[in-house]
Structures are given as structure tokens and as C-alpha cells.
């Protein structure tokens, strides 16, 4: 058979237009609904944008007005504290207990690390929403099954008010948002176990090395990749909570659990509904997260790659 | 995987046992409070603060059949309560919402991404390899900057206030998650099948509607829960978008429960189990498949 005979069909696109048209759908959603508004906040937030202003639909220009507005704002401040806060101890604890169950779950010489196994989606199966809701009833004073535990168990005499002072309901909510997202480190550190061969540890045991020297010259490093990831994606994700602070605290007591989006939605669609405020806080946001997430890509995969 | 080696010492496999029960406690006990607390009625949880009411003789369906039939079975627990939350009147119709779209929103994705996903697994092109990278950068872009200008912008289309401004919104947010998951598991597969079809005479597109796509249901199903899964978890999204009653899906009704201070927290968590029964079946079925498209997604990228 000749060669011109097994080329596709002259017909045929080539790979440069046919794939511009393949991405012509995702690109159209993306640009309409990620790019454009993206642009779009910078552009309501030197502008002065309010209810009475959307409903005339125009926005007179406010320069810097919001920006200045935002760093003035002690709240804000105090917010920004609390999602590092918030960010740091659920991200560290998201990374040692996932790393704590996975290697757990993965020696499989006893047969309940099956059903463990089996059990470690089912956080993440929840919804944000009720997560939140069923925490806020686990610690409520009176009520609450926290309390009734601690109680039978003879841990208190007096009923804790754990959503009441300011240091606890932080803590509650870091709770409730770290059981929600564990399961999701477990499942990445569980995928990169199963990656390692098992030669490397035949070696070690050779080796005569102990389980703890298996853990630290083999498994972690080996690890590490993985876990440099998870701290990426994990930070992102810490700096967006919503869901658990709207359903537990409301942002109190007083504002000592105001996060970062929490500002952000309450300063744009509650009272005083001052969108270009949001506008400008969200950007604020944004752009913290995004030097973050270069932070660590840059120094997190040079090490890793070493 | 038995990597360890060799045989376990007793100290070893209880030590083991104990590890596997504590892991277990930690998933799972949570969940405890919400299934006894829907199981009672709201008086056994104010007369009895200390008990853990633990007692099934004491159990009752009250709360269930109230939500279930949205407010009209009363039963007697309920007959003499003169406030329901609007909660309760609204979740049968939050519900059917909410799986109107989840079902659209994983659909239109799935179709949207498999065509990005597949240029950049198979054409390797320098600009689709670019289109990875920036999938990745806007996962990394916090929801909350997109509301505010959604709000304005869906305002002023008149998108506010119906199903489509939810499911548009919902759809560019994880079209770039879900070429993440799928990009890979399209490399995956090998690429001679789709030759061998356009030898055959088939095009590029038919080749990968017909040979591609069909090899790769596993990879599309477990794609498409995962969409489902945060589309069914979405809040912030429906809540800013949406503030009619007819249109609330399901998160938003149940955040209304939040700011009710007169709410009953047995109906609450009943309520809650109802919200929370879709995704927790759906995932611990399909438990096999989504692990493999969380990992290709947040590894590969």
C-alpha cells in the first residue's frame, strides 16, 4: 500500500483550526463568566456602586475612594487576621491528620483498614451547608451534643459556651471546616502510597531499618510532592470559606469569626450593600491568594524537583 | 497493598486496630448527632439536656413526615406549633431545583470540557498546553471575587432570579476543573483506536465522538458526579443569584435555617439528613470512580 493511502481524509481540518473550534465553547463560558467579570470587579471598584446606583445604572467614577474606604476599614483588617489565622491552623491540621489516616489505611494487614477505607469520602459527601448546620447544633450550649458528651463523660460539671467567646467559636469553625476537607489530603496521600514500590522498603528491611526510618528516609520524601500540592490547593481554598461561617457564627461573636469572603458578601449584599466596596475587597482578595499560591508553586516544586 | 512487611506482632495489630477505630470515629462521628437528633421530637432534646438520647423507644418519624409532605402532616408532635419555618414549606420544590441543576449544570459541562480536554490530551498544541496551566490558575480564583460582579452583571441581563443565571454561572466556574480531571484520563487511553478510525476514513471530531468518547465512560461518569457532588453543595452561587422562593435550591433554604432562632434543631437535622442522603449514596456508590477523578484532578494539573 502506498503511503498517500494511510493519511487521513484530505477533507480534514488541520489540528490548529480544529482545535481553536473545539475550545470555541469553553472559551466563550469561561471568558463570560470567569475573564469578563474578573475584569469587570476592577472596574466596579474604582467606581461608586450602591443599590440607588444599580438601579439607575450608572456608576459614577470614585478613583482610589474605594480602596482608600477598605484599608481605613479596621474590620477588614481584623478580617484579613482571621482568614490567616483560619487558613494556617486548618491547613496544618488538614495535612497531619490526612497524613495520620493514610498511612493508617494503608497497611492493610488488618481488615477493618478496608472499612476505613471505604468511610473516607463520606465528610466530603456532605454539603458545606449542612456541615455547618449540624456542627452549629453538635456545639450549641444548651442543646448541643458536645456539651451532653463531655457531660456524661465527666469531662464538665458547667455547660460550655462554645459559639459564645470569640477564641472557641473560631476554633469550632475550624473544626467543622477541617472535617469537611480532610477526606480530600487523605485520598491524594493515599493515591501516592500506593505509588511507591514496595521494593524500596524490601531494601530497607534488608537494610534492617525501623518503621520510623522507613517513615522518614522513604515515605515523606517520597511524599512530598504530594503534599506540596495539597498545601496549594488546600491555602486557595482555606482563604474562600463561606459556608461554615455563614451557618455557625454569622461572622461573631461580635465579628471575632469575620473571614476574608465573609467581608466581602456582607459588605455587598447585606446592609449597606456597597458593591463597589465588595468590588474592591474581593480584588484585594484575589490578589492576595494569587501571591500566595505563586509563593508557594515557586518555592514548594523548585525543592521538590531537587 | 501489603508493603510492611512481614507478619504482626499482637501489640502491633491492636495498636493497628485502635489507629482503624480512631479513623473512624473521626468520620463518621459527626454524623451521630444528626441521625439521633431528626429521630426525636424537640420537647425529649429541652427536657433531657444531659441524656444522649440514645433511647430507640423514644424515636419518632414526626419530623420526616412533616418535611416530607412539606407541612401538611402535622402529626400530633406538631399540631399545636404555631411557627414552621418557611424552610420546611419550601424543600420539596428547593429539592427538585436543585437536581434541575445539578443534572443540567454536569451535562453541559461534561460536553464543554471533553472537547477542551480532548485537544489538549491528543493535539498537544504550545496554546492548549497553555489552556491547562490556566485551568489550573483559576481554580485558584476565590468565588467570592466572581460573585460581586455576577451580581451586577446578571442584574442587568435579567438573569437574576431564575434557574439559568445559577446554571451559567455554575457551568464557567467548573468547566476548568473538569478538563483538569479529564485531560488526564483522556491520555490515558491509547490513542491507535482513534488512528486506526481515521484511517478508516473518520474525521478528528467523529473519531473522538465515536471511538474516544465511548472507551472513556468511566473517566466521563466519574467526571460528572464529581460535577454533580459541587453543584449540589453550591451555595454561594444560588444565594446571591437567586431570592425568590420558587427558584432556591436546596443549600439556600436550608441557610435559611441559620438566621431562625425559633427553629426546632430535631426538625433541623432532619432536614439536614434529607439534604445530605443525594450526595453521600451517590458517592459512597461510586466511591471507586470519583477517587480516580479527584486525584487526576489535583495531581495532573
Given at each position: 500500500m502506498s503511503q498517500s493511502a494511510r493519511r487521513p481524509r484530505r477533507s480534514e481540518m488541520r489540528a490548529g483550526p480544529f482545535s481553536v473550534a473545539m475550545n470555541l465553547p469553553a472559551l466563550l463560558c469561561l471568558s463570560l463568566v470567569l475573564a469578563y467579570p474578573i475584569a469587570y470587579a476592577a472596574y466596579l471598584s474604582v467606581h461608586e456602586v450602591n443599590l440607588r446606583h444599580l438601579r439607575t445604572g450608572e456608576f459614577p467614577w470614585a478613583g482610589l475612594a474605594n480602596f482608600t474606604r477598605l484599608f481605613d476599614d479596621s474590620v477588614f483588617w481584623l478580617s484579613l487576621r482571621h482568614t490567616f489565622v483560619f487558613a494556617l491552623v486548618s491547613v496544618a491540621l488538614e495535612v497531619v491528620i490526612a497524613l495520620a489516616i493514610a498511612l493508617v489505611v494503608d497497611d492493610e494487614r488488618v481488615w477493618i483498614a478496608r472499612v476505613t477505607r471505604a468511610l473516607i469520602l463520606l465528610p466530603w459527601a456532605v454539603p458545606p451547608i449542612v456541615n455547618g448546620l449540624l456542627w452549629s447544633f453538635i456545639f450549641h450550649a444548651q442543646y448541643g451534643y458536645l456539651n451532653r458528651a463531655l457531660h456524661a463523660a465527666g469531662f464538665i460539671d458547667e455547660y460550655v459556651n462554645w459559639l459564645g467567646s470569640p477564641g472557641l467559636a473560631m476554633g469550632a469553625v475550624i473544626t467543622a471546616y477541617v472535617w469537611r476537607t480532610t477526606p480530600f489530603n487523605i485520598l491524594l496521600y493515599h493515591a501516592a502510597l500506593q505509588g511507591i514500590p514496595g521494593e524500596l522498603y524490601e531494601a530497607a528491611d534488608v537494610d534492617g531499618a525501623s518503621a520510623w526510618q522507613r517513615f522518614w528516609s522513604i515515605t515523606l520524601p517520597l511524599l512530598l510532592p504530594v503534599v506540596a500540592v495539597s498545601l496549594v490547593l488546600r491555602t486557595t481554598f482555606a482563604f474562600m470559606v463561606f459556608d461554615e461561617i455563614l451557618s455557625i457564627t454569622q461572622g461573631g461573636p461580635?465579628?471575632?469569626?469575620?473571614v476574608a469572603a465573609w467581608y466581602t458578601y456582607r459588605i455587598s449584599f447585606?446592609?449597606?450593600?456597597?458593591i463597589g466596596l465588595g468590588a474592591a475587597s474581593a480584588w484585594v482578595l484575589a490578589l492576595i491568594v494569587g501571591g500566595i499560591s505563586l509563593v508557594y508553586v515557586r518555592a514548594l516544586y523548585r525543592r521538590v524537583a531537587l | 497493598m501489603a508493603r510492611a512487611p512481614g507478619r504482626l506482632s499482637r501489640a502491633g495489630r491492636v495498636g493497628l486496630w485502635l489507629a482503624n477505630l480512631a479513623a473512624i470515629a473521626f468520620l463518621v462521628a459527626p454524623l451521630v448527632p444528626v441521625v439521633l437528633g431528626s429521630l426525636h421530637a424537640e420537647k425529649a432534646l429541652q427536657q433531657n439536656v444531659r441524656s444522649l438520647l440514645v433511647s430507640p423507644r423514644e424515636f419518632t418519624a414526626a419530623n420526616y413526615r412533616l418535611i416530607l409532605s412539606g407541612g401538611a402532616a402535622r402529626g400530633p408532635i406538631f399540631e399545636q406549633v404555631t411557627y414552621l419555618p418557611k424552610s420546611v414549606e419550601r424543600f420539596p420544590s428547593a429539592f427538585l431545583n436543585s437536581l434541575l441543576v445539578g443534572f443540567a449544570v454536569t451535562v453541559a459541562t461534561l460536553a464543554i470540557a471533553s472537547l477542551s480536554a480532548y485537544t489538549i490530551a491528543r493535539l498537544g498544541l504550545r496554546w492548549t498546553q497553555a489552556l491547562l496551566r490556566m485551568s489550573v490558575a483559576s481554580r485558584?480564583?476565590?468565588?467570592i471575587v466572581l460573585m460581586v460582579p455576577l451580581y451586577v452583571m446578571f442584574r442587568s441581563y435579567g438573569l437574576?432570579?431564575?434557574l439559568w443565571g445559577v446554571i451559567a454561572a455554575e457551568i464557567g466556574f467548573l468547566i476548568p476543573y473538569a478538563v483538569l480531571i479529564l485531560t488526564p484520563y483522556f491520555a490515558s487511553l491509547p490513542s491507535e483506536l482513534e488512528d486506526a478510525a481515521r484511517i478508516d476514513g473518520c474525521t478528528r471530531f467523529t473519531a473522538f465522538l465515536r471511538v474516544l468518547l465511548p472507551l472513556s465512560t468511566p473517566g466521563l461518569a466519574a467526571c460528572g458526579v464529581i460535577l454533580f457532588v459541587i453543584s449540589w453543595h453550591e451555595l454561594l452561587i444560588p444565594l446571591i443569584v437567586v431570592s425568590r422562593p420558587e427558584f432556591m435550591t436546596l443549600p439556600v433554604v436550608l441557610a435559611g435555617?441559620?438566621?431562625?432562632?425559633?427553629?426546632?434543631f430535631t426538625l433541623m437535622m432532619a432536614i439536614c439528613l434529607l439534604g445530605l442522603l443525594p450526595t453521600v449514596v451517590l458517592v459512597m456508590l461510586l466511591r471507586k470512580y470519583i477517587v480516580r477523578g479527584l486525584v487526576a484532578g489535583a495531581l495532573k494539573g
Open positions: 461580635g465579628n471575632a469569626t469575620w447585606q446592609p449597606p450593600f456597597n | 485558584m480564583i476565590p468565588l437574576l432570579n431564575s435555617l441559620v438566621s431562625d432562632y425559633f427553629v426546632f
